[in-house]
T-cell receptor
Framework: GENVEQHPSTLSVQEGDSAVIKCTYSDSASNYFPWYKQELGKRPQLIIDIRSNVGEKKDQRIAVTLNKTAKHFSLHITETQPEDSAVYFCAAVFGGSQGNLIFGKGTKLSVKP | GAVVSQHPSRVICKSGTSVKIECRSLDFQATTMFWYRQFPKQSLMLMATSNEGSKATYEQGVEKDKFLINHASLTLSTLTVTSAHPEDSSFYIC???????????FGPGTRLTVL
């Protein structure tokens, strides 16, 4: 079946450093790739998304890059802050579906002050 | 805009009882609604996809007779966990899409604990 692989599962950085999380997907028809931040017991919060007609998108300290040929996309967080600590999930829309999202397993990011 | 609510936020029930969870799009008409289950320290797993007035499409391994989904209107979908057992204890989250856009708007989730 369709799959999204996410690495690393845990990531610890010092405040101010950059954090990078990488995902690969299997469905070449996928065309929408959102990233979510989830705090314990809360709903996933969309932080940035990218569509297949764009290679890179940036929003302040957050950026996402997409390589459709290699079927991978990455989340980049610069100048990390303690409040960035959370679990981050990547996802990809399953091609041909009604917009079904397949989620990666998540990355627990810890930003140490 | 694009607010999704869920009710209840938390429910504790006895084994063998049924529990209904409501998901509402408050300020838009949802094209499609999705139901997810999330166990502790795990990712979101899609359970089913539903559209107003039609039968839900269940993911492989999800029992449709156990997890009943009703999508009666463009703003309301319900998930009923029938004959709940302790292994059904989980965080259930719904989401909805608007128009032809793929972006999903998530509800706040329902924490189900079955004793």
């Amino acid at each position: 079946g369709e799959n999204v692989e996410q690495h690393p599962s845990t990531l610890s950085v010092q405040e101010g450093d950059s954090a990078v999380i990488k995902c690969t997907y299997s469905d070449s028809a996928s065309n929408y790739f959102p990233w979510y931040k989830q705090e314990l017991g809360k709903r996933p919060q969309l932080i940035i998304d990218i569509r297949s007609n764009v290679g890179e998108k940036k929003d302040q300290r957050i950026a996402v890059t997409l390589n459709k040929t290699a079927k991978h996309f990455s989340l980049h967080i610069t100048e990390t802050q303690p409040e960035d600590s959370a679990v981050y999930f990547c996802a990809a829309v399953f091609g041909g579906s009604q917009g079904n999202l397949i989620f990666g397993k998540g990355t627990k990011l810890s930003v140490k002050p | 805009g694009a607010v999704v609510s869920q009710h209840p936020s938390r429910v504790i029930c006895k084994s063998g009882t049924s529990v209904k969870i409501e998901c509402r799009s408050l300020d838009f008409q949802a094209t499609t609604m999705f139901w997810y289950r999330q166990f502790p320290k795990q990712s979101l797993m899609l359970m089913a996809t539903s559209n107003e007035g039609s039968k839900a499409t269940y993911e492989q391994g999800v029992e449709k007779d156990k997890f009943l989904i009703n999508h009666a209107s463009l703003t309301l979908s319900t998930l009923t966990v029938t004959s709940a057992h302790p292994e059904d204890s989980s965080f259930y989250i719904c989401s909805a899409t608007r128009g032809s856009d793929n972006e999903q708007f998530f509800g706040p989730g329902t924490r189900l604990t079955v004793l």
